[in-house]
């Protein structure tokens, strides 16, 4: 069962006071994880990973995946996790192809480069923010390989769920990540909403995972309910030695490690993760139907998880967001400013502790205008 916390799911001066859908980010951590921390704080441990908590997580995530060599690393933020796992299988003349969407291309300030001295990110299109297998065999032979003037190719990394909300098959990250390997490229999986992804394909973590062809995976915890903690995942141990080196000399290794993974592991006992996940994915698919039967709205992307893409007339989220509601324009540089009919798309994002009451209330809001 799933905890709502102190959330105030009253109405204040006529508005309903949590129609926030900007981000999976904004909720709060179920109690569930509260009380996994407030054991952790019990009694003394050893620092940096080294305690009882830190390994047993580690051996559970093994667990999971059913990957019983795999090394798992914490860190407290995604782009730590994306930057330090490409990192450590990218040397810095090398080219790491991923989607023009992909949050290391467009949301983390340069982290990747910086990360590996270097290396160049080459931005891919494709259709609902997915690459095909087809669109990789093209750009790696185009960069070609073995010349000194060029960036030499060297990974591929995607996103499950996409920048789009959109979500690979199983089939089709085995294909991307098949054609990735006929060039000898390691494929990095950035899993923030992994999970989300995980719940609505029903297949295991292994088939969704280095079954398919991933050799190290961000595993997100933050944006499923965790105060902050990501896991990298490395199927193929082979770098496991570099990323904690990288690790340290990057800053993000904590000492009390123990309540990184005091987090993580309430969040995968009795399979809360899948749980707050598939609750999420729920309230998404409630508000689509809701907004599917609105005569100004027009979903954009097929919906893989808890995010939505929509388009309104400028006019509609103008008194939207008057009315109480929080979300985003999409792209970033879209403002309010403008034409009031013309379509402007949206982000909306459920998470954990989104409740049917808020979305009915952004559906409510929205069939007044």
Same mark, same amino acid.
């Given at each position: 069962m799933l905890c709502q916390g102190a959330l105030d799911t009253g109405a204040v001066a006529g508005q309903f006071r949590f129609m926030f859908f900007t981000s999976d980010n904004t909720s709060g951590v179920p109690a569930q994880v509260l009380d996994g921390l407030a054991r952790a704080n019990d009694d003394f441990a050893a620092g940096y990973g080294n305690d009882a908590a830190s390994l047993a997580l580690r051996d559970r995530i093994r667990n999971v995946f059913d990957a019983p060599d795999a090394q798992v690393f914490l860190v407290a933020t995604g782009s730590a996790a994306n930057a330090l796992a490409i990192a450590s299988h990218c040397p810095p003349w090398g080219a790491v192809f991923c989607h023009e969407l992909?949050?290391?291309?467009?949301?983390?300030? &340069? $982290?990747?480069?910086?990360?590996?001295? &270097?290396?160049?990110?080459?931005? =891919? /299109? &494709?259709?609902?923010? %997915?690459?095909?297998? /087809?669109? =990789?065999?093209?750009?790696?032979?185009?960069?070609?390989?073995g010349g000194v003037h060029q960036v030499q190719p060297a990974m591929l990394s995607l996103t499950n769920l996409t920048e789009c909300g959109t979500r690979y098959s199983a089939t089709e990250l085995s294909a991307v990540c098949a054609q990735a390997r006929a060039h000898q490229l390691p494929v990095h999986l950035d899993g923030a909403r992994f999970t989300n992804a995980l719940v609505t394909e029903g297949c295991s973590p292994a088939e969704y995972s280095w079954q398919a062809g991933v050799d190290v995976l961000s595993l997100g915890g933050t944006k499923n309910g965790l105060m902050g903690v990501e896991a990298v995942v490395m199927f193929n141990p082979a770098q496991a030695w570099e990323f904690q080196l990288r690790r340290k000399r990057g800053g993000h290794l904590l000492s009390k490690n123990r309540y990184l993974a005091? /987090?993580?592991? $309430?969040?995968?006992?009795?399979?809360l993760w899948l749980d707050l996940a598939a609750h999420a994915n729920t309230m998404a698919a409630r508000l689509e139907n #809701?907004?599917?039967?609105?005569?100004?709205? %027009?979903?954009?992307?097929? %919906? &893989? #998880?808890?995010?939505?893409?929509?388009? =309104?007339?400028? $006019?509609?989220?103008? %008194?939207?967001?008057?009315?109480?509601? /929080?979300?985003? =324009?999409w792209p970033d540089h879209a403002t309010l400013d403008g034409p009031p009919d013309e379509p402007v798309a949206a982000r909306l994002v459920s998470s954990w502790s989104t409740s049917e009451d808020h979305v009915d209330a952004f559906l409510k809001a929205l069939s007044d205008i």
């Open positions: 992909a949050h290391i291309n467009v949301d983390e300030c &340069g $982290a990747p480069e910086f990360f590996t001295n &270097g290396a160049k990110l080459v931005p =891919l /299109q &494709g259709a609902q923010a %997915r690459i095909t297998p /087809q669109t =990789l065999d093209h750009a790696v032979i185009r960069a070609g390989k005091a /987090q993580m592991m $309430a969040w995968l006992q009795d399979d #809701g907004l599917r039967t609105h005569p100004d709205a %027009r979903v954009l992307f097929e %919906r &893989g #998880g808890n995010m939505l893409f929509v388009e =309104l007339p400028r $006019a509609v989220h103008a %008194r939207l967001q008057a009315a109480g509601a /929080q979300y985003f =324009l």
